[in-house]
């Protein structure tokens, strides 16, 4: 199956090759961002994406 256009996959350990993104390191960069908006008062709102 090929992804749409624009989007990316995000894989489990093993990556099928060096280039692709690793789904932990995604989550870890999430969790970041979620702390650090929730530190300023932000709160999440987690829309469809298309």
Request: hydrophobic fraction near 35%; avoid cysteine.
């Amino acid at each position: 199956m090929e992804r749409l256009p624009g989007f990316r996959d995000f894989y489990p350990h093993p990556l099928p090759h060096p280039d692709s993104w690793s789904a932990a390191a995604r989550s870890y960069v999430f969790d970041k961002w979620r702390g650090v908006a929730r530190a300023y008062g932000f709160r999440e709102y987690d829309g469809p994406p298309l």
